[in-house]
């Protein structure tokens, strides 16, 4: 089970997968310039690829393709935090919505860190009770609310 936790809605939500034929999430040519992948698949559904690349121009190249969301691994993925920040960095000028998947509801300082660097939110592998996930989403909130730290960086307080 994995906990998805976004920075705007603070709450935690068990994510579940469909597999789709590549042909129909990518449609064709000619119809990806005039409506997003969301429009051609489903008006419920959003769409997003994994990138375990640790390269920011293959993020930048998936996030610009149409898909709702791109989730970062930084679990399994070679994506350290330099390169999270670069990862993030040439991405934030795309719609996508930017998630980073972290170690788990212990990786205080992975979940900290992705969201100072300005990730739309984060993905919590791991969280097999209330207590995973009352941890994970202490460490997305400010005191008194949770335990994050304060940090300023460009990214996220300009948000």
Not at 22 to 27: L, Y
Request: hydrophobic content about 40%.
């Amino acid at each position: 089970m994995a906990a998805m936790i976004g920075r705007s809605a603070n709450t935690g939500i068990v994510l579940a997968s469909k597999h789709l034929p590549i042909n129909r999430a990518i449609g064709s040519t000619s119809s990806y310039r005039s409506r997003s992948l969301r429009c051609r698949c489903a008006a419920s559904a959003s769409y997003g690829l994994f990138v375990v690349s640790a390269s920011p121009a293959a993020a930048e190249a998936v996030a610009v393709s149409g898909v709702d969301w791109i989730c970062i691994d930084a679990q399994h993925g070679a994506v350290g935090y330099e390169t999270l920040n670069q990862m993030l960095g040439t991405t934030s000028h795309t719609k996508a919505k930017r998630i980073v998947r972290v170690g788990g509801p212990q990786d205080r300082f992975g979940i900290q860190q992705a969201l100072d660097l300005g990730a739309d939110g984060v993905m919590v592998p791991l969280v097999n009770n209330l207590t995973d996930a009352e941890e994970a989403v202490s460490y997305c909130l400010y005191p008194p609310e949770g335990q994050r730290s304060v940090a300023y960086p460009i990214r996220s307080a300009t948000e």
